[in-house]
């Protein structure tokens, strides 16, 4: 039975060989972001409300990004594992082309409609004095932040590629000397530190912007100047040709993958939207307990990565009879490491919180939020470890009715009837939330268990 779950120590060196440079670097990232949050939020809570909103808004475009790259990205695997480092150079320039479209179009939306968006989160309880500085607070920091979206994509696609053909130290060194940067540039911009002028919650925005051109720059030259390791890079520049079969093949699989996570980020801001009618208090206690919920869930959000990489080489080489074992042992595998998580999350809620400089009420929701989010962790791992199990096979509108149509037909209707309807408190509405994944998980269950994503897709390419 034991070993029907539990791999060997060969298995968990192969995975954690790709998995931990992917949690190292979303640990450090997120490590950064919790210290931003922190900054901003020792400067006042409608400085951190109004950050929190506009990172709501990049929240959306950065999945955007994950899901136009995604697509490729499935071909990329697999044709990294049948040893086609032609068709690895083929799905990168399709992730080139498709990245800047999407950052050119989440540029002019957010410029021509930030305000918009942003009053949508202002419609809960609060004076109309503080609802205003909000929105002068979130629109400053949104247009800077517009500046790092073009070079966040372009970073994306190095990313996504290099981990793909077994490169995963170079993303995860790139990263984590972009959040060093990140880091003491916040200090330096926030708190007008070493010499640098304070521009609070604006210099939160320029310090993100400069280290999204440091992660670039280092991605590209020492990309470029170790070609013998990343053959794909050679030659990817000289024209933007595609075969049309492939291309056509990408499109059929990544399209329906671009709008699950286009649907999927969008659905969990309207989500937050969904909370934010019950004050703009829950606004920023939510805001603090999102921040450590990603801190506390890279390490299974790393293995659940690993999975679709993995088994997406499994299935270019043909290892379909290996593929359902494989993916049995890394679920589990993810399950096991959200548990500590957990653990240390649930613990951490009861001070987290306090280092904030804002009211009593945010504390106290931010650690109800936080305390409820450490119990539904495993289940938010099994989700995530499903589906990335069933992207790895191109079944991506299974992915798709399992992710976003899921979001969008249960849980936010769910959501709004109890914050507009209800006279329950923001802890209840959330837990309830929470708790639908547990028949997502269940569908995720099925699915994964008979197999049918179980398929080469790049044999005839």
């Not at 071909?75 to 480092?85: E, I, S, V």
């Not at 109890?418 to 929470?434: A, E, F, K, V």
Request: glycine residues 8%; proline residues 2%; aromatic residues 14%.
């Amino acid at each position: 039975m034991l070993s029907k779950y539990i791999g060997n120590k060969s298995f968990y060196k192969n995975v954690l060989k790709l998995a931990i440079p992917i949690m190292l670097q979303n640990a450090i990232t997120n490590f950064v972001n919790m210290l931003d949050n922190i900054m901003v939020g020792k400067l006042s809570t409608n400085e951190m409300t109004g950050v929190a909103i506009a990172n709501q808004l990049i929240f959306v475009f950065t999945f955007c990004v994950f899901g136009a790259v995604a697509g490729a990205g499935i071909f990329g695997a697999q044709f990294f594992g049948k040893g086609d480092h032609e068709g690895v150079r083929y799905t990168f320039r399709f992730k080139l082309i498709i990245g800047m479209i999407v950052a050119v179009m989440g540029i002019a939306i957010f410029w021509f409609l930030g305000n918009p968006l942003i009053n949508l989160y202002l419609k809960g309880e609060g004076s109309s004095a503080d609802k205003l500085e909000i929105l002068s607070y979130a629109k400053n920091y949104l247009n800077i932040m517009l500046i790092g979206l073009i070079p966040f994509a372009i970073s994306q696609c190095y990313s996504a590629t290099l981990r793909e053909c077994d490169r995963s130290l170079l993303p995860m060194f790139a990263g984590i000397i972009a959040v060093a940067v990140n880091l003491i540039f916040n200090f330096s911009l926030i708190y007008g530190k070493f010499g640098f002028p304070e521009l609070r919650a604006s210099g939160a925005a320029i310090a993100t912007v400069i280290s999204r051109f440091t992660e670039l720059l280092i991605l590209v030259v020492v990309t470029a100047l170790t070609a013998k390791r990343s053959p794909f890079i050679k030659g990817a520049f000289k024209s933007l040709y595609m075969p049309y079969k492939l291309s056509k093949e990408i499109f059929k699989k990544g399209m329906p993958l671009m709008l699950n996570e286009i649907l999927w980020a969008s659905g969990m801001a309207a989500m937050s939207q969904c909370y934010s009618i019950k004050g703009i208090d829950v606004v920023a206690g939510n805001n603090i307990a999102q921040t450590y919920f990603n801190v506390f869930s890279v390490a299974f959000t790393a293995v659940g990565i690993s999975i679709g990489i993995i088994l997406g080489q499994q299935l270019g080489k043909g290892s379909k009879n290996e593929v359902l074992d494989t993916a049995r042992k890394l679920i589990v595998f993810s399950i096991l490491i959200s548990f500590i998580a957990a653990a240390l999350y649930f613990v951490c809620a009861s001070f987290i919180p306090e280092f904030y400089n804002t009211s009593d009420e945010v504390r106290h929701i931010a650690k109800r939020l936080m305390q409820i989010g450490a119990i539904t962790l495993p289940l938010e791992a099994f989700a995530q470890a499903a589906y990335f199990t069933l992207r790895s096979g191109g079944k991506t509108f299974i992915v798709f009715l399992f992710d976003s149509a899921y979001m969008w037909f249960i849980s936010i209707p769910i959501a709004f009837v109890l914050g507009s309807y209800s006279g329950l408190t923001i802890s209840w509405i959330y837990l309830i939330c929470q708790l639908l994944i547990t028949l997502k998980c269940i569908l995720g269950y099925i699915f994964v268990k008979r197999g049918i994503w179980i398929k080469n897709i790049v044999d005839d390419l």
